[in-house]
């Protein structure tokens, strides 16, 4: 598991443990299956559990690193003012 700056966690494929081991998971079972639906019905692909965790918690991850810059970015324009 991987840390990154902003307190997020990243599960890497090389991680033994599986995403139902995790005390405070970044998807939901019910957001996994979801997730997996989406895969299998919009591009045809079916996802093990692990490789939608892994992939959902990376899309999540990044939005949220993004989230995260928009409002650094909103509190220094506003602490400059």
């Known amino acids: 598991m991987t840390t ?3 307190k997020c966690t990243l599960i890497n494929s090389s991680d033994k443990q599986s995403y139902e081991d995790l005390i405070n998971p970044i998807v939901t079972k019910e957001e996994l299956d979801q997730f997996k639906k989406i895969a299998r019905d919009d591009y045809r692909v ?3 559990d692990e490789q939608a965790y892994e992939q959902a918690s990376a899309l999540v991850t ?3 690193a993004i989230l995260h810059e ?3 970015q909103k509190r220094r324009s506003v602490n400059n003012e």
């Open 46 to 48: 079916e996802l093990t």
């Open 4 to 6: 990154c700056k902003r």
């Open 70 to 72: 928009l409002i650094d």
């Open 62 to 64: 990044f939005f949220e």
